[in-house]
């Protein structure tokens, strides 16, 4: 990850989102960019390594869990979803097995399955 999140300003942002949800409005753009980096953030202090590419387009990708290291090309692991789910799944609104039950969550690899590292608490 390029720059550092501050931990006010992830768990502002966390905040935000929530008031947004609540609200029913839409989480403004700015706060979940903030929110998914600031998230995978933790899952990389969490679970350092280069074995598992968790992608969250267009906000971040971060490398994460110890194993075999990945240099060119795709990863042999890759878990990529959309900017809400990653929040819900790593916040602990949803549980990991539940989204990736519905199709929100694609993960290839043996080691792609990030159930026992979530919920992070931020």
């Not at 966390?14 to 409005?25: K, P, V």
């Amino acid at each position: 990850m390029a720059r550092k999140i501050d931990t006010v300003a992830g768990r502002d942002a966390l905040a935000a989102i929530r008031a947004a949800q609540d609200a029913d409005a839409t989480p403004a753009r700015a706060d979940l960019a903030t929110a998914v980096r600031y998230l995978l953030q933790l899952l990389d202090e969490k679970a350092p390594g280069n074995s598992v590419e968790v992608r969250v387009p267009p906000f971040g990708a971060v490398q994460v869990v110890q194993g075999p290291r990945h240099t060119r090309g795709t990863p042999p692991n890759v878990v990529e979803m959309d900017a809400t789910t990653w929040i819900a799944v790593a916040t602990g609104s949803e549980p990991w097995a539940v989204a990736a039950a519905s199709g929100r969550v694609s993960a290839s690899g043996i080691r792609a399955d990030l159930a026992d590292l979530l919920p992070l608490r931020p």
